[in-house]
Structure formats: C-alpha cells, structure tokens
C-alpha cells in the first residue's frame, strides 16, 4: 500500500485518539529495548486474541529522494517482495499466505513500512523472513522488469484516473516550494519509466540498516519472548552507517500561490493549504498541538464547525474537510478541502470567502467550553477505542518513532491536549492562517474541447 | 490498511470488489530461480498445530418484539459495540431506487427536541460514535460507546430515539438530496463506478438488486418526506432487525439494552424474503471513456447466502482470485505480465443469488487481450480444478486466518452480524471451518462448476478504444514448492 494520501490523512481523530495511560483502564505493557546493532524494538503487549502484528518501520521515503530519482521509496518497496537469500521471487508471501498471515507494505514520505498479522505461534516465521531480505535482498532485473510496469499502473489506476487524486499531487508539488514533501510518493510517471534497478541497489544498501529501522511487535506476546526472537533473527546483521537524514523544512512564509487545474471532474472544489510546522519543528509543541486541537473543532465530528456551519448551517458547501498531521518529520501543511454547493448555485469564490471566515473567527473568539469539552470526550474515549485494534496501535507506534518523536507522545494525548489554552488557539490561527502561507488550488471541469 | 483478511470475507461473503480495491503492493508467486536455498528454520519449527483464535461466548435470544439478538462479553475494554442490522437495503427500495438509503442516511438528522447538530452534539460529547450505512440487502445503525454507566445509558438513550423517532425533517432532506445529486456529479467521471452500476444492470434486469443503492438523479429528488416515514415503519420494524452486541457489558446488561432498543422501534414483522433473480445475457458491453486504464468486470450470478456450496466456493475462489497474492489469477496477469495492479475474484452470497465478480484494470492498449487472458484462465481453472497442493495450500491459508477473523470487538460485532442477518447457526464459524478442511479436489472442482460456466459471463469493459497491442511473453520459471510448510 501506498499512502499517497498522507497529507490527508492526519485528521485529529484519526491520529490523536491511541491507547493509553489514561484515566479509563489499565494501562497496556509497552516496552522498549535496542540490539546492539541498532534496530531500536518496541512490544505492546495485548493478549485479547492470541494473535501478533510485527511492523518493521525504515526511516525512508519519498521526502528522501531527489529530482530525477521520484518514486525509488516505493519502487524500492514493491522489490522486498522478490526475494532474498532465503526466498525467491513472491515465495515469502507464498509461505505467509499458506500461514493464514496478513501482510503487505505501506510507504510514505517518512517512511516505508512492512508488516504481518499472524497467529501467535507464527511470528518467527515473519520475523525470519523480514531478517532476510533487509540483510541479503536479491533484486533480480527481469523482477524489475515487469514490477515497473505493475508500478505505472498502480499510478494510473490511484492518481491519473483519479482526478482528486491527481491534484492533491499537483498542490503538494506546489504547497511545498522547498522540501521534499512536493514529491509523490509513488513518482512522477517520467521518473518511473527511466528508473534502474541499480538505483535500487543503491537505495537498499543506504538506508536499509538495522539501525536505520524500527521494530513494533503488538499483540499476545511478552517482552522475554520478543527479546529472545528479536536477538536470534536480527541479532547478527550488522549496523552501517547511512547518509545523512535532514529534517525537511520549509519556507515560514513562502508567500500566496494559487493553481487552477482542469481535470476530468464534473464539479468545482477547491484545495487551500498553509505552511505550518509539525510536531518535531514546531519552537513549542503547544503550537501544533493548538493545530491538531483546531482542526478537530473544524472537522472532528458531524457537529465540529465545518459541517454544522458552512454544509449545513449556510449550505456553501455540499462536502468539507480539514486536515492537519503534526506526526511528521519535518515542517507539515494545514489543508482545507471543500465542494461548493452546485444546487444552491455557490461558487469556489463564495467558498473561500466561506472558509476565511471560519479562520478568522478562530483569530477573534476564542473556542467555548463547550466545544473544547466536546473534543475532549472524543479524545478519551478515542484512547480506549483505539486498543480494539492492534494494528492501528502499532501503526501509530511506529509512525512516531519513524519521524523522529517518541512513542510515548501516544500515551501522553490527553495532557498534550489540556495543556492547549483558548489563547493558544487563537495565536496559532493568527500566525498561521496567512496569505503569505497560503496555497490554493482551484479544480475545474476540463473545458469542452472547440475542434 | 483497511484489508479486511481473506478469511473475514470468506465468513460474512463480503467480498473486495464491492467493497473496494485491496490495497495490495506485494508482489508474490511461486516462481522461484532453481537454486539451492537454506530453508527456513522457523518454518520447519512450527508444530502443525492449527492456532487457538480468542474464544468467543456467543449468546443469542430473542426480545419481547421479535428482535433477534446475538451477544459476546468482551470485559477487557471499557467499551461496547452495538450493530443493529435491518433487512432495509436498497432491495426493498420498490419504485424508488434511493429510498433506502436515504431513509437511514435522515435518522440522525432530527428526534423530537432535537435537530441534526444537537443529536451529533450529543453522541460526540459523550465520545460516543453513531454510525450509519445502507446497502443491497441490509441497512446498518451504529453505536461505539465507553461502557461507564453515565457515557453508556445517555448515549443509549439518544441512540434510541434516533431509530426509533426520527422526524426526517425537510431542510435536511433537501440538503442530503443536494449532496446526493452531487456525489453522481463526481460519478460520472468514475470509470469503477461506471462499470459497476452497468454490471448490475445487466446482470440483474429487473430485479430489485439491479439498481445501485443511491439511486439515480431522477429517482432521488422524487422521494419526499412521506415516503421515508412509512419505510421507516415497515423496515425498521423489531421484527426486521438483529441485534449484535459486544463488549464489557454482562448478560442481564445485554438482555435490558436489547429490549431498550426492540422496544424502541416501530412494531412489525420481518419483511418478506426477495424473489430470485432470472438469468442474465451472457456478452459483452463497452462504455467509451477518456481514462488512461481500461477496468475490466466480468460476472455472473453466484449463490445465495446459505447455499450449502458456500464453503466450497470460498475455497475455490481463494485459489483463482481470492485474498490478493499467489493466486491464479494474480499470477498469471500481473506477476508474470505485469498487466494490472490487481486482479481479483469473488462470491458475494446475498439474501437472493448475489453476484460472483472477477475485477481488474490495466493499460487501454492491452484490454482486449487481457480480458481474453482472464477468460482463459478462469475456463482452465473450472475445467480442470484445482491441484491437489493447490487445495492443500487454501485449506492451510483459511485454518491459519481463523484467529485474525475474530481478535477484535469491530471483528466480533460484525461476524455476529452477518450470523444473525443470514440467520446461521451460532456453531457458524466452526462449521465453516470444519466443512472447508473436510473437502477434496473433486468436491471443490465440481462446486464451482455447478455455479460458473465460462461462456455464460456477463462483461462490461470502460475506458477508449485504442488500437490494440499483443500482450508481452509470460515469464516461466520451474515451479519451487514452498519449503516444508507444516501440515495441519
């Protein structure tokens, strides 16, 4: 899997709401450890169901690559699956799947990421073939051969077909003048059809060290049997050094840009993004604390501002959404989406009007009680919800060590959050939410063609 | 990473293709150079022993009403999932195609005394998530809660109302309307959905399943108020719901929250059962459209929920199409040829025949011989079955999933779901599980041709017309058997 969505996908609730210490159960066993050669491990134990999920989480991605060299993360991705010392081509999926296991892969810009789901008593096999392929990956030229060509569909079916999709990747390219944030995931098209499997290599060998990654057992197992696992699998790959890796920073105030792209759509929508930083850039972290806690109060919910007021309340918009993910390596975006509403006759720029408004009131009143406590219910029930999964536990475990954070940021959300003060709220909107940060997107039907 | 696994769609006859493409990167087959290769050792350490899964106390009674009810304590988190599912899909829509869906897309817009943004209001100040969706055969309401008596009762006592009292006032119809109209806006420049809604077409005539559940941009404004109110009545009646509850709740909690909301409801009988579908056309339609891919849907009618061939069609389907990697058709069209970026195949047992749909996409010059290629593989596979490793390997597969299909309390909640809805018996999962190893090559071999023939197939293609290409050579490598995988 691809998260080319990434952008999109750091809404409050979605990342904010993890496991706990907090107030309302036990709390869940986690603990860390490092091999000697630098694969950092951390176990959260929940034995519910007598199943695992091993994650193992590289520090590369998309943000890492350079111009020309687009989409190598992800290629890079796609080739672990054929084969290694151990393994030929696909035959480690063979034997997971033949296992009942659950696998696949996920790349990012920050990340690329390798998991399984298994029965508790198959986990040294995952663990087995994970070892394998991050120590003696074959990457075999005629794999590569057709692999690329299975990578060019997979762009034409998620990004050239999609038209949303499409322009979500040409406002990141724009939203993001400096860093490597303005590259797609899985490459620009011209990238992929000139990549060598030479360049791979080369991937591999740099960053593909144990001590370049992160490993996150969640599930019916105990801290004594993830050490013993661990040390016997990964214990003897040794550590190298990998190049350098510079947090991506972007220009504070790059100034006002504005797109207008004609794509295969039937209706208007608009995209708006401000340059902000993330958690790891932020000079305090209540500053994106205060813009996670912001965008939960526009999108958290069908009764959050965006909804209650411009979909339903004045009917501008048939659909909204706000975005925000502090979770990230470097500076991060707030991002805005919106439809007009075709019915009622409402143009994009009725819409922004619409939005601006909603940004500015952030600047001038600060948020009620009632709408903070309302985010803080979600928060704390959010912490227990999020324990029925151990998949989405892991994910956020790993993201967060992966970017640079620790993973106990996730058991500290709820202090995080009421630390944020209503005057917080209000300095972040007004530093942030600026022209001079400003990108705007304006997707249009494509014009009728005149021949 | 919203896969649902394999096994979950074996169990509730969900499949991907209706659900979504699986988000698959992988890129297995057994195709392997003939060199020698340390075996794994953890592999050969496994003990063959089929894994534990969480053990599961499936309760089930009926209330006073009618209402069917299924019940697993899980006191491990202080939480509680409540799923009811109403024989309410768009299979009951009669002339106005949309109804349905509507109808519970309006029950959380407006209880006497409270209007759309109080009850949201409402459930999110308690940290409490309602839930809503409507689909062929079921409609589904929601409720994710803290299990603390203060966040569970209120949050029950507004979820109540909303199923049981909504006012579907007008303002918000129009806007859901609205909002309606333009997401077919959006639709038309979907090849997938394009596909879609022309398979069922076809496939279907004029039966009920034929049309997609949000209707269409005639049939939706026509649906007023009135029309709501009196299918609200008839189909969300207690004796057309199953109540599936999970969580840190004990029985007699259980017992008085399921008789809360059968109470609630409008009072009636469960709805009659759809009639079933006529046999479609077999051939071939194309939809031009300006896309850089080509989607392929090929189908036809498979089987109903409780068909007895249920589980020998699942492992049939898992070894041609099913779950994503290794399978035939995976192998051959994108492993070997690097065609797609996934091809997939699936029965979805409904209440009437749903369908069995074999979905992909690939480059447009390459369409026309890739759709043979699919038809090609598909006819060998029924002609000949499976392999006797082939079958080995699924029965495998399918014991070794079993645990994942029930580790969590969403898990849980939705397999009691599709167990009452279909009305199987509580032994459900267990009897799945023990007729599936029970098979052979001959009894899956001939389940699926008993419900596939390969020139009856139903196809919609949608992309330009480009001119065509030959497909590349396939790559053939010696097959290597997997190493010493453990029996069980």
Redesign the interface.
């Known amino acids: 899997?691809?998260v080319t969505a990434r952008r999109l996908a750091g809404l409050l609730l979605g990342t904010l709401c993890v496991p706990s210490l907090a107030s309302?159960?036990d709390p869940q066993a986690t603990h860390e450890f490092s091999l000697d050669n630098g694969l950092k491990v951390i176990v959260r134990e929940d034995h519910?169901?007598?199943?695992v999920v091993s994650q193992l989480w590289y520090k590369v991605g998309s943000s890492y690559e350079t111009p020309g060299q687009t989409g190598l993360s992800h290629a890079l991705?796609?080739m672990m699956?054929?084969?290694s010392?151990?393994?030929?081509?696909?035959?480690?999926?063979?034997?997971l799947?033949?296992?009942?296991?659950?696998?696949?892969?996920?790349t990012s810009d920050d990340y690329t990421a390798f998991?399984q789901?298994?029965?508790?008593?198959?986990l040294?096999?995952a663990?087995?073939?994970e070892a394998d392929r991050l120590a003696s990956l074959a990457l075999?030229a005629?794999?590569f051969?057709?692999?690329?060509?299975?990578i060019?569909?997979?762009r034409?079916?998620?990004t050239?077909?999609k038209?949303g999709a499409l322009a979500f990747e040409r406002f990141n390219a724009m939203a993001y003048p400096a860093s490597g944030y303005h590259t797609p995931t899985i490459g620009w098209m011209e990238d992929l059809k000139r990549m060598k499997i030479e360049e791979l290599r080369t991937w591999h060998e740099a960053w593909y060290a144990p001590n370049n990654a992160t490993l996150v057992l969640v599930g019916d197992l105990t801290e004594a049997d993830a050490r013993q696992l661990v040390q016997h699998?990964f214990g003897a790959i040794p550590s190298r050094p990998t190049p350098p890796a510079k947090k991506p920073l972007e220009l504070p105030e790059p100034g006002e840009r504005r797109t207008v792209l004609h794509l295969?759509?039937?209706?208007p929508s608009l995209l708006f993004g401000f340059n902000v930083p993330g958690l790891a850039t932020a000079a305090a972290p209540r500053e994106a604390q205060a813009l996670r806690l912001i965008a939960a109060l526009l999108d958290?919910?069908?009764?959050a501002r965006l909804?209650?007021r411009l979909?339903?309340g004045e009917?501008l918009v048939?659909?909204a959404s706000a975005n925000y993910d502090a979770f990230t390596r470097g500076d991060s975006l707030f991002v805005l989406s919106a439809?007009p509403?075709?019915?009622?006759g409402k143009t994009l720029e009725q819409v922004e009007a619409g939005l601006w408004r909603l940004l500015d009131d952030l600047k001038q009143t600060p948020p009620s009680a009632?709408e903070l406590?309302?985010v803080r219910?979600?928060?704390?029930?959010?912490l227990?919800?999020e324990?029925?999964?151990?998949?989405?536990q892991a994910?956020t475990i790993g993201q967060l060590e992966t970017v640079g954070l620790s993973w106990k940021l996730m058991d500290e959300e709820l202090s995080a959050l009421e630390a944020v003060t209503p005057a917080d709220v209000q300095a972040a909107a007004r530093t942030y939410f600026t022209r001079s940060r400003l990108s705007v997107a304006h997707i249009l039907p494509e014009e009728a063609s005149h021949d | 990473m919203t896969e649902r696994t394999a096994l979950r769609r074996g169990l509730l006859g969900l499949t991907p293709l209706l659900l979504g493409a699986l988000l698959g990167v992988a890129a297995p087959g057994a195709l392997a150079e003939p060199v020698a290769r340390p075996a794994l050792e953890s592999l050969a350490a496994l003990n063959g022993q089929a894994p534990a899964r969480r053990t599961l106390d499936i309760q089930s009674w009926r209330t006073a009403e009618g209402a069917r009810v299924l019940f697993v304590p899980a006191p491990e988190l202080p939480m509680f999932d409540l799923r009811l599912t109403f024989a309410a899909g768009s299979a009951q829509d009669g002339d106005a195609p949309g109804l349905a869906l509507l109808t519970n897309a309006m029950l959380n817009e407006g209880v006497p005394g409270k209007d759309v943004t109080a009850i949201a209001q409402g459930f999110e100040g308690l940290g409490a998530q309602f839930g809503n969706g409507a689909y062929r055969d079921m409609a589904v309401v929601s409720l994710r809660s803290l299990s603390a008596a203060d966040k569970r009762d209120a949050a029950l006592d507004l979820f109540t109302r909303v199923i049981g009292q909504p006012t579907f006032p007008e303002d918000s119809l129009a806007r859901i309307k609205n909002q309606m109209l333009a997401s077919f806006e959006f639709q038309k420049k979907n090849p997938g959905k394009l596909a879609g809604d022309a398979l069922f077409a076809r496939l279907y005539g004029d039966h009920p399943y034929a049309h997609p559940s949000d209707g269409d941009e005639k049939s939706v404004p026509a649906i007023g108020v009135e029309r709501l109110r009196a299918f609200h009545a008839k189909a969300y009646a207690a004796g057309n719901v199953v109540i599936a509850l999970v969580g840190d709740l004990d029985r007699s909690r259980a017992e008085a929250i399921a008789a809360q909301v059968s109470k609630a409801l409008p009072k009636g009988p469960a709805l009659p059962r759809l009639p079933a579908p006529k046999a479609p056309e077999a051939g071939t339609q194309h939809i031009e459209f300006p896309s850089s891919q080509t989607h392929l849907m090929l189908a036809e009618l498979g089987i109903e929920r409780n068909d007895p061939d249920w589980p020998a069609l699942y492992l049939g389907n898992q070894i041609l199409g099913g779950g994503g990697f290794g399978t035939r058709l995976m192998e051959e069209v994108r492993e070997k040829r690097g065609l797609t970026y996934g091809v997939y195949s699936g029965f979805t047992g409904m209440q009437a025949r749903g369908p069995f749909l074999i979905t992909l996409q690939t480059r447009a010059e390459l369409s026309e011989n890739t759709l043979g290629l699919v038809r090609t593989i598909l006819a060998d596979y029924l002609a000949g079955g499976p392999t006797q490793k082939e079958l080995n390997d699924a029965k495998r597969e399918t014991a070794g999933s079993f645990p994942l299909s029930t580790a969590s309390n969403a898990d849980i909640v939705g397999q009691l779901g599709a167990i009452g809805f279909y009305d199987l018996p509580l032994t459900y999962l267990e009897d799945f599980m023990a007729k599936v190893q029970a098979l052979s090559v001959a009894d899956v071999k001939a389940a699926m041709a008993r419900h596939l023939d390969p020139n009856a197939l139903v196809i919609v293609t949608v992309g330009p017309k480009v001119a065509q290409q030959p497909l590349p050579a396939p790559t053939e490598k010696p097959l290597e058997q997997p190493l010493a995988v453990p029996e069980h």
């Open positions: 899997m691809n309302a159960s519910r169901a007598p199943v991705e796609h699956f054929k084969g010392s151990k393994m030929g081509p696909g035959e480690a999926s063979r034997v799947r033949d296992l009942g296991a659950e696998e696949n892969a996920f998991y789901v298994l029965a508790r008593d198959r040294p096999v663990l087995e073939l075999p005629d794999e051969e057709r692999e690329i060509e299975v060019k569909e997979e034409r079916l998620r050239d077909d038209p699998y295969k759509t039937q209706l958290g919910g069908y009764s909804p209650s979909e339903r009917e048939s659909g439809t509403n075709a019915q009622k009632e406590e309302r219910a979600q928060v704390i029930a959010g227990v919800y324990r029925d999964s151990i998949t989405s994910t």
